[in-house]
C-alpha cells in the first residue's frame, strides 16, 4: 500500500547467488585445540609443501579453470593473498611462482555476497555525468547484500533516470566482484574529513562501481557492514565528495563508522566517536549547517536526533527533534538516508515501526535554517507492506537509505522485506501537499 500519488516503477533487483568474489580466508583452531607454536596455517602451508612440483602445477590449473571462469586477473590475485599471509606464516620468499599461487588459493574463499538478500538501497549522483541526454540524471545505487553467514557487505549498481520520471534504467552489473585491496591510508590521499582512517581501500582493478565489494576488513566490521546510507556532500571550497555513514558490526556490539570516496574507485574508512558511537541510523546533511556538519540519528533507537560538529567524526550528545506520534510509528521513528535540500526546507525520508514491527516510510519536512524545526511530517506512510511485499528475508518491512531528487519529482529506492529492491516517484508538490 502506497500513498496515491507515489508511483512504482518497473525495474527490480534481486539477489543473484552467481555474483561472487574472492576474499580472505585463514582457519583457525578452537580454543581447546589451538597448538601456539604451530598454528593451523602453518599445518596447512606444511601439507602443501609436502607436494612435487607436477602435483602443484596440477592443482594450480585447476584453481585457475574454475575461478578464471568468473573472475580476471586470477593468478595475481592469488598471489597477492600470498604476500599478505607470508608474513604472518613466516614463508619463503624464493617459493616457486606455482607454489605461492596453490598457497593464495588455500587461504583464499569464493564468496557469494548477495546470495540470501540485496536491499537497503542508498542513492546519489554518479560523478560523471557527461553520457547522460539533457534532463535525465546518472546515479550510483548502493546496496546491502546477505550471503553465508547472514554476513552484510557493500554493493554498487549504477543506472539513468529521465528524461522522463518513469525513465530508469538500471545498468547490468559487471561479470564479476573485484575484492578491495587493504592499504595503509596514504595522507595526500585522504580527503581531511577527521581522524586517521581505519584503512584504505583500494578498488580500482573494478572497473565500474558494480564490481566493487566492500565487504568486512577490520574487526569491528567483522559480522558485517549494514545499511550505508550516501550523500554527495558540498565542501567549504566547493568540491564534491561522496560521504557515507554505516553500521559495523562486531561479535560483541554495534558502532557507527563513515567512508569516503571522490570517485568510488578509492575508499577511506573512519569511526565515529562520541555518544552517538554505538547508535544506528547517523545520516549526513550534504552541506554544513551554520559552518558546522549536521547530521540525524536514531541515538535511542526510538527517536529522530539531530546535531552538529566541526568533523563527521566525533558527535556530542544531539537534540531530540521527532517522536512518534501516529500508529505506525508508535514503537520507532527514525530517518531513510540523508536530508535532501528541496525549495521548501530539508526533506527526510522517514522509516516507522508499528504494530507486528511493520516498517513503513514516510516522509518530513525540516527548516533549512534550523533544522531542529520539523515544519510538517506525513500523518499517512508513504509506503507500507502490503500483500504482495508482506513475505521475505524479513517480513513487514519496506525500508530505503536514501532518496534522489530531480526537479520536482523525488525517485525513491526502497527495499522489500529485507530481501529485494524496488523504485518508485513521487511529486514534491503533492508529498508537501500531504504533510501537517
Known sequence: ?????????????????????????????PEPFRVEDHPRGDRIVDRIQTMDDAEVDAMVGIILEGLGARHREVPALLLRRFEEVSGPLNLDADLSEARKILIGGYFSAEYSFEAAALFNPSIVPHPDQSDCAEGAIRFVLSLRGIGEGH???????????????????????????????????????????????????NCRAAREPSETVLFPVVESQSRGIEDLRLVRF???????????????????????????????????????????ASGKGMALFPRKIGGKFAALFRHD?????????????????????????????????????????????????????????????????????????????????????????WDGYVPNVVYSCGGLVRGRTLLLPYALADDMTSFAVAPLDDLIAAMR
Request: net charge negative; proline share 11%.
Open 151 to 201: 554476513l552484510s557487505s557493500v554493493t554498487f549498481r549504477t543506472g539513468t533516470w529521465g528524461p522522463a520520471d518513469d525513465d530508469l534504467v538500471i545498468d547490468p552489473p559487471g561479470p564479476q566482484g573485484v575484492p578491495p585491496v587493504l592499504e595503509e591510508p596514504d595522507p595526500e590521499l585522504v580527503r581531511q574529513i577527521g581522524a586517521k582512517a581505519l584503512v584504505q581501500l
Open 301 to 389: 533507537s526510538e527517536n529522530l536526533w539531530y546535531g552538529t560538529s566541526d568533523t563527521p567524526l566525533a558527535w556530542d550528545t544531539p537534540t531530540r527533534i521527532m517522536q512518534p506520534a501516529y500508529p505506525w510509528e508508535f514503537v520507532q521513528i527514525g530517518n531513510c538516508g540523508s536530508p535532501i535540500e528541496i525549495d521548501e526546507g530539508w526533506l527526510v525520508l522517514t522509516h516507522g515501526v508499528g504494530m507486528v514491527r511493520s516498517y513503513c516510510i514516510g516522509a518530513a519536512l525540516l527548516d533549512r535554517d534550523d533544522p531542529t524545526k520539523v515544519i510538517g511530517r506525513l500523518p499517512e506512510p508513504l509506503i507500507q507492506p502490503d500483500g504482495e511485499t
Open 234 to 276: 558540498r565542501e567549504d571550497d566547493g568540491r564534491e565528495t561522496y560521504i557515507g555513514s554505516y553500521t559495523a558490526v562486531s561479535g560483541e556490539r554495534a558502532r557507527q563508522e563513515v567512508l569516503q570516496t571522490d570517485d568510488f574507485r578509492l575508499f577511506h574508512m573512519h569511526p565515529v566517536d562520541g555518544p552517538v
Open 1 to 29: 500500500m502506497a500513498a496515491s500519488f507515489l508511483r512504482h516503477l518497473s525495474p527490480t533487483l534481486l539477489p543473484d547467488p552467481k555474483r561472487t568474489v574472492i576474499r580472505p580466508f585463514l582457519p583457525d583452531d
